[in-house]
């Protein structure tokens, strides 16, 4: 069972399209692992477009004359077949500022269904795992490994925000750290357990750099993980790790 | 060609205008899947346009950018209006999807040089634009409780928030606030007795 899900705040964000590429796609990745953060979503994207659309202030000008109009609109149309080309903007009654967008528009008479995606497979020392479609069109950079550690970087990344899969083997652990900023983790598959207690698959952390923590696993375990800055190590080994902290985060 | 079925709007009253148009957007939506039909799409165009123009440019103040959301969303509608299901929902949240996403990939390729959408990944058109049928309802009622929660006692709010609404057993509760687990079992019983009072009331 998923016990830890993002923030209300952090769903309405994700659904207005107001979140940085990196936390849209770890959020989008929860949501398919969790039904119930998944059913948010889509009530608060129908909200959303509720409130969008019917702003009184972006009302069209309708009037009492419009149903003529279109009753008129209607009869011209029928005079022409679907083919003729001379149907102008002008006759459509976009005749606006959108005109050229509307001709250019419905001149292509293409249509357009996206493709399929196959679930992208990935493998990491001698395990398979499928990714969420969210990662699907994102690049991935070979594994980078240090111990029962690996990590690849993905091209998500956008400015100090830094994306990553983390892939730790059965008994492994990060060295105790801080963050100077934000680190957020989603389990996508296996379980790990630190200070503050144990998570699973579908399990999404947001930390602050208040938190302290030091993430081991029983099982192994595969992260997606974002962070907006270098984690900072705190003790043993790990202060002299201190320089590749971005190497692993 | 029966574009002459195609049923248009009966009246346009800037007050009704949600309403009267719910059931002619999907007729207009039918007819530009099935025949590519420009004046149905010109009715839908005429509709949307001009909103989407005046969020965007409310949203991010450039009016460039805005034709070109414009742009990218009627494309868009015009384009995979095959792919609209009207018994999954509203045409407005369909378009409203397709802006979002549009705009997304838009200002993500201006950001970094990314030439990939992703936004259709993030946002899969066919899920979003769907709505369950009694959502308003539940959401209503979701309102209701959440409100008479929010006047219980504290501690009653905390274990109702944590098995209701974060999942949580009574077991991890009672670990996660650090008491018995009577105490909890007991705490969770009075809230839900105090529920149901407040919540009958209303119908007194
Ligand atoms: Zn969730």
Redesign the interface.
Known sequence: ???H?PKSELINAF???ELP?AL??IV?SHLELCR?CN?K???I??????D?????????N???N??EN??L??RE??NH??EDNK?T?HH???NNE?AD??A???A???????AT?DPVEIKVKDNTYVLP??????QRASWFKLGKLSRSNL?SS?NEIHSHLIHIEAGGEIPQHTHNGYEVTLILSGDFYDELGEYSQGDFMWLDKQHKHQPKTKNGCLCLTVANDALHFTQGVGKILNPIGSLIY | MQTATVNYPKTSHNDQMSTDNTGALIDFMRAIATQRCQHAFSQVFKHFAPKIKAISIKKYGSEALAMEIVQDTMTNVWRKAHLFNETKGAVSTWIYTIMRNVTFDILRKSKSSQEISISDDLWPLDEYATEEKDTFQDHLQNQEILKRVNELPNKQQQVIKGVYFHELSQEQLAQQLNIPLGTVKSRLRLALEKLKQNMGDQHD
């Open positions: 069972m998923i016990n899900h659904v207005a399209g590429t849209s796609v989008a119930c059913d979503a889509k009530k994207n129908q909200h959303q477009a509720d969008a659309f019917s702003d009184a202030d972006l009302s069209l309708h009037n009492d419009s149903q279109t009753a609109d209607n149309f029928a077949s679907l149907l903007a459509l009654e976009v959108f967008m509307f250019a528009i419905v292509d008479k293409t249509t357009s269904t996206p995606l479609k969210a990662l699907s069109n994102i091209d956008e």
